[in-house]
T-cell receptor
Framework: DAGVIQSPRHEVTEMGQEVTLRCKPISGHNSLFWYRQTMMRGLELLIYFNNNVPIDDSGMPEDRFSAKMPNASFSTLKIQPSEPRDSAVYFC?????????FGPGTRLLVL | AQTVTQSQPEMSVQEAETVTLSCTYDTSESDYYLFWYKQPPSRQMILVIRQEAYKQQNATENRFSVNFQKAAKSFSLKISDSQLGDAAMYFCAYRTNFGNEKLTFGTGTRLTIIP
């Protein structure tokens, strides 16, 4: 079975540009999570969806970040405009019965 | 709010030996889940083991086992017969069983395997 799929795996962009990260959860999973990992803050939840509905977005840093889940098999995390402090690894995870399975992550570098 | 503490930033173990990684957590809830995730240099987060708080029996997965002490709020991971492929960051995580599904992570322990 395919696991959680994320794209791109690596992204280098310049400050001020729009960045879109994509995630395809494991088929049949009904919850999807976006996490960010940095050296300073560790792993932190940005937002999660249940049955495509945002449930907890308290971790979204500011209005520059937005996330959508238009259907059960796709989600996006958008940063506009991007800033150097957004540089991090962004993970998507999905779950069905409480256990979360992670994608390989997107390493984002904002110059 | 729940917190998870991993007090050992780094650990090392001789290949084939046994090592125990520590994790403590703070919660006022009685029903929750605890997890250990492994993050090798590839950065992939890999589930190692899961424990339900209502189960008294400690979870085991092959060479990996936990010592779950609910009253002490302690959840340590024991790796037996350590192998070179076990070298990674190990994260302890907590999840409530009441509503919010988010994971709260500890800061991680970097495990080195000495050949």
């Amino acid at each position: 079975d395919a696991g959680v799929i994320q794209s791109p795996r690596h992204e280098v962009t310049e400050m001020g540009q729009e960045v879109t990260l994509r995630c395809k959860p494991i088929s049949g999973h009904n919850s999807l999570f976006w996490y960010r990992q940095t050296m300073m803050r560790g792993l932190e939840l940005l937002i999660y969806f249940n049955n495509n509905v945002p449930i907890d977005d308290s971790g979204m840093p500011e209005d520059r970040f937005s996330a959508k889940m238009p259907n059960a098999s796709f989600s996006t995390l958008k940063i506009q405009p991007s800033e150097p402090r957004d540089s991090a690894v962004y993970f998507c995870a999905s779950s069905l019965l409480g256990t979360q399975y992670f994608g390989p992550g997107t390493r984002l570098l904002v110059l | 709010a729940q917190t998870v503490t991993q007090s050992q930033p780094e650990m090392s173990v001789q290949e084939a030996e046994t090592v125990t990684l520590s994790c403590t957590y703070d919660t006022s809830e009685s029903d929750y889940y605890l997890f250990w995730y492994k993050q090798p240099p590839s950065r992939q987060m890999i589930l190692v083991i899961r424990q339900e708080a209502y189960k008294q029996q400690n979870a085991t997965e092959n060479r990996f086992s936990v010592n779950f002490q609910k009253a002490a709020k302690s959840f340590s991971l024991k790796i037996s017969d350590s192998q070179l492929g076990d070298a990674a960051m190990y994260f302890c995580a907590y999840r409530t069983n009441f509503g919010n599904e988010k994971l709260t992570f500890g800061t991680g322990t970097r495990l080195t395997i000495i050949p």
